[in-house]
Nanobody
């Protein structure tokens, strides 16, 4: 079973930056089976939404329109770690951010198999 642990959330002023990390652990065979990893977020009273995703090689990424140009997703396969650099943060970026991993190589917005517990990001206006 792959385990995902997020870190780096916190409180930041609007216009500021924040970086999130997600450490993946598990058997080597399970980690190698992961095709893509992504970030999702859920604000109070709203459904969980896709933020960004990246494939295993890092050569392909996808972003929600709301974060395109402000957020950057990356990964370090040697460290089994996923990152999300968030710049020009807005109050509406406030949410619990979740790291996720998927096995099936269909779509970045398809079914994700593993999820982290989430980390709170709060942007003050």
């Amino acid at each position: 079973q792959v385990q995902l642990v997020e870190s780096g959330g916190g409180l930041v002023q609007a216009g500021g930056s924040l970086g999130l990390s997600c450490a993946a652990s598990g058997r080597t065979s399970e980690l190698w089976a992961i095709w893509a990893m992504g970030w999702f977020r859920q604000a109070p009273g709203k459904p969980r939404e896709f933020v960004a995703a990246i494939n295993r090689s890092g050569g392909s990424t996808s972003y929600a329109d709301s974060v395109k140009g402000r957020f950057t997703i990356s990964r370090d396969n040697a460290k089994n770690t996923l990152y999300l650099l968030m710049n020009s943060l807005k109050a509406e970026d406030t949410a619990v951010y979740y790291c996720a991993a998927k096995l099936r190589s269909d779509s970045f917005r398809g079914l994700y198999n593993y999820w982290g517990q989430g980390t709170q990001v709060t942007v003050s206006s």
